[in-house]
């Protein structure tokens, strides 16, 4: 099913929910639709008489909610390829797969700062070895990113028409070296006005794990 962008009454990205949760949210005037994917959704109604909505690609919530807290972004596989572009931080390839810069054989934690993406060849050939051992270099150290914005990239659900409501919350649209095609398949079709195609890894965790707490804080509430 498709999905669609969340945004806060001030435009803040919140979280993506399922296309027929958009809808719901827009019915009962909870939300209003910023951007449609170009189809229509026809339902039958009472006596026969129904309705014609466009699909809905980006909704606004009508009234500002409030947002517990939020922790980082959670350091997922698809978050790792999101941040680093899909490529190899050793040779710039397709990655394929995450590594850990300093192995954890050798005491390097699983933490943004110390997990990369890499190619398959990179991670073979490194192995449990440094890079100083090897005489590698990285473009750019490793680190965690910040911004609403990358709940939603780290969602694995991406969407051309979202990107230029992600501008301003984290991520710098043009200097994402994106691929069209991701290492695992994902892809966003199409030309984008903003800059490079975005794409996120999958990951073996469920689609919107890393954005659930934030579904269910803020839009779950709204259907009362």
Same mark, same amino acid.
């Given at each position: 099913m498709?999905?669609?962008?969340?945004?806060?009454a001030s435009y803040e990205p919140l979280c993506v929910v399922p296309q027929r949760r958009a809808v719901v949210l827009v !019915?009962?005037?909870?939300?209003? +639709?910023?951007?449609? +994917?170009?189809?229509?959704?026809? =339902?039958?109604?009472?006596?026969?008489?129904?309705?014609?909505?466009?699909?809905?690609?980006? /909704?606004?919530?009508?009234?500002?909610v409030r947002v517990p807290l939020r922790r980082g972004v959670p350091l997922t596989r698809r978050a790792i390829f999101a941040r680093?572009?899909?490529r190899c931080v050793y040779c710039d390839a397709p990655a394929t797969s995450v590594d850990h /810069?300093?192995?954890?054989?050798?005491?390097?934690?699983h933490a943004w700062e110390n997990v990369v993406s890499s190619c398959r060849r990179c991670n073979h050939v490194k192995a449990d070895?440094? !890079?100083?051992? !090897?005489g590698w270099r990285m473009k750019r150290p490793p680190v965690q990113p910040n911004g609403s914005a990358w709940r939603? !990239?780290?969602s694995g659900r991406t969407d051309q028409r979202w990107l230029p409501y992600l501008r301003g919350y984290g991520v710098d649209l043009e200097l994402l070296p994106f691929e069209?095609?991701?290492?695992?398949?994902?892809? *966003?079709?199409?030309?984008?006005?903003?800059?490079?195609? *975005?794409?996120?890894? /999958? =990951?073996? *965790?469920? /689609?919107?794990?890393?954005?659930?707490?934030v579904a269910a804080a803020v839009v779950t509430p709204l259907a009362a």
């Open positions: 498709p999905h669609t962008l969340v945004l806060n !019915l009962n005037h909870k939300a209003v +639709t910023l951007e449609g +994917t170009g189809a229509s959704l026809h =339902a039958a109604g009472a006596r026969g008489v129904g309705w014609d909505l466009p699909a809905p690609s980006v /909704v606004k919530l009508t009234r500002y680093d572009g899909g /810069v300093i192995p954890r054989s050798r005491g390097g934690q070895r440094p !890079l100083l051992e !090897l939603i !990239l780290s069209p095609q991701g290492p695992d398949g994902v892809c *966003v079709p199409g030309t984008l006005s903003v800059g490079p195609s *975005v794409v996120a890894g /999958v =990951a073996e *965790v469920p /689609v919107l794990a890393p954005v659930s707490a």
